[in-house]
């Protein structure tokens, strides 16, 4: 059976309908942010996916533009999601970042009452890059004395932080569940399976596509994902919430500390952009009236077009050529590229940008916007938890004219048996390149749960045929890790 434990943030009303968008690849890695630094180099590295029209400068228009790919697995989406990268340094102070697990997943739930669609041209970020320190109550005070006005914007955006420590034998943490990085000595103890790192944006809106600041123009309601809007925000988005799996398992025993990289080894200062890029507002609207299953799969949106993983992992952007020599992803020396860390608690100040306003830069080699490991590299077998969003008791549909989940095709019951009792492996551990040929990592859905595989030469579709001995064992084995979304707050 599935685990009852309620998220932080989880009210003992009904179920909500939402869809989890995985965005199976990034579409690079590098010093961009068309929103904070538009026509310039930012001064940290970010990973990115969505769009392969991405640039310094994007725009809705760029980023919808004729031909322009996605790396997510509804074609229609062409927006930009991003978050900062996340490090792990060696006491040495040279510094690598850390593999990412199946790229990214963006939830959009439905919350609020009359949730109106993402208008052409909004953009907005979440979080306050500047943060080291989470001065709450671990584990988050009751809902019952959380203020009943959201007035206290600050203390709401922290509590839409979270760092999910994964052990699929264990019984699963709720999201946004602790809103700073655990110690690394816990991490090595108790997060078999890397972190899980999570942050809601607003979903309160003013009717203004941009701000400023690139935050006033939305709110959060006083319960962070429902409740009340503030004065003046009547306007209900989905709830969008970003899921990105880290393997910070990959650096157990090592002397060191993880940190992200805007130099923030708290993670209090986590944060997430975002920009429109769906086909048109229309078709969104339509979504988001249309798809309410509260299955979160976008198989179960008929309007949806799923592309292949491996069409997907194609999409990358172009990078500029004023970064097309920076080294962001093997050792360096320190976080890249010359990015100070700072401790706090005490909010982070400016720091020089390297390559920019005259000042110069480190040693440079890479040439790559993408990363050159992905999921495929590590024996993946992981599940999203289930505690953001409730249970999902769905089932895979029969006989549909799309593929019976994103990115699957047909596996017959004696393959969908042995690989419901595989013994659970590390998440970075190889595959055995001599007797498996992988190629490519998919997502299928078995009972209503997303599972991550990695792929070899047979494809798999994990289905509702399996025995209920074999379903009870992978139930166990994976636990619940309904990824990016789903029933989690």
Request: glycine share 8%; net charge negative.
């Amino acid at each position: 059976m599935r685990s009852t434990t309620a998220a932080a943030l989880t009210l003992v009303s009904g179920a909500h309908a939402f869809w989890r968008m995985p965005c199976r690849t990034e579409t690079g890695v590098a010093r961009m942010d068309p929103i904070v630094d538009p026509g310039q180099i930012a001064d940290h590295v970010h990973t990115i996916a969505g769009s392969g029209n991405f640039h310094m400068e994007s725009t809705y228009a760029d980023l919808t533009a004729e031909g322009a790919c996605t790396s997510c697995a509804v074609t229609q989406d062409h927006s930009a999601y991003w978050t900062p990268a996340l490090y792990f340094v060696y006491s040495n102070g040279s510094s690598v970042i850390v593999p990412q697990i199946g790229g990214m997943l963006a939830y959009y739930l439905y919350y609020m009452d009359n949730v109106k669609a993402f208008p052409e041209g909004f953009q907005m970020l979440a979080g306050q890059r500047d943060l080291r320190s989470f001065n709450g109550s671990f584990p988050d005070e009751p809902l019952s004395s959380w203020p009943q006005e959201p007035d206290d914007q600050k203390w709401l955006s922290q509590r839409a932080l979270g760092f999910n420590c994964l052990n699929y034998g264990a019984t699963a943490e709720p999201s946004l569940y602790r809103h700073e990085l655990p110690e690394k000595s816990y991490m090595d103890a108790n997060c078999k399976d890397g972190m899980r790192l999570e942050i809601g944006f607003p979903s309160c809106g003013n009717g203004e596509l941009d701000s400023d600041d690139h935050q006033s123009h939305v709110a959060y309601p006083n319960l962070v994902k429902e409740g009340k809007c503030p004065e003046g925000y009547d306007i209900h988005y989905p709830f969008l919430f970003f899921e990105t799996i880290w393997a910070t398992n990959k650096f157990a025993g090592e002397d060191g500390e993880f940190a992200l990289s805007h130099g923030d080894p708290t993670g209090a200062g986590y944060h997430g952009d975002f920009i429109m890029g769906w086909e048109s507002s229309d078709f969104l609207q339509k979504a988001l009236d249309t798809c309410q299953n509260q299955s979160g799969r976008i198989e179960d949106c008929a309007l949806f077009d799923i592309q292949e993983d491996s069409k997907a992992d194609q999409c990358s952007f172009e990078m500029p050529e004023v970064l097309s020599d920076e080294d962001v992803m093997s050792i360096q020396d320190g976080i890249p590229m010359g990015v100070p860390m700072q401790y706090g608690p005490a909010d982070a100040t400016k720091y020089p940008c390297v390559g920019r306003d005259g000042h110069s830069e480190p040693t440079k080699s890479a040439k790559s916007s993408k990363p050159s490991s992905s999921a495929s590299d590590y024996g993946l077998l992981s599940k999203a938890s289930s505690a953001l969003f409730g249970d999902d008791d769905s089932k895979s549909s029969e006989g549909s004219d799309k593929a019976s989940s994103y990115g699957s095709s047909t596996a017959s019951d004696a393959e969908v048996a042995a690989a419901s009792i595989t013994a659970s492996p590390s998440i970075y551990d190889a595959v055995d390149s001599s007797s498996a040929n992988i190629v490519s990592t998919k997502t299928v859905t078995e009972n209503g749960e997303v599972v991550e595989i990695a792929i070899e030469e047979v494809d798999m579709t994990v289905t509702a045929t399996a025995s209920q001995a074999a379903d009870d064992k992978y139930r166990r084995h994976l636990h619940n890790h309904k990824r990016h979304g789903g029933a989690r707050l």
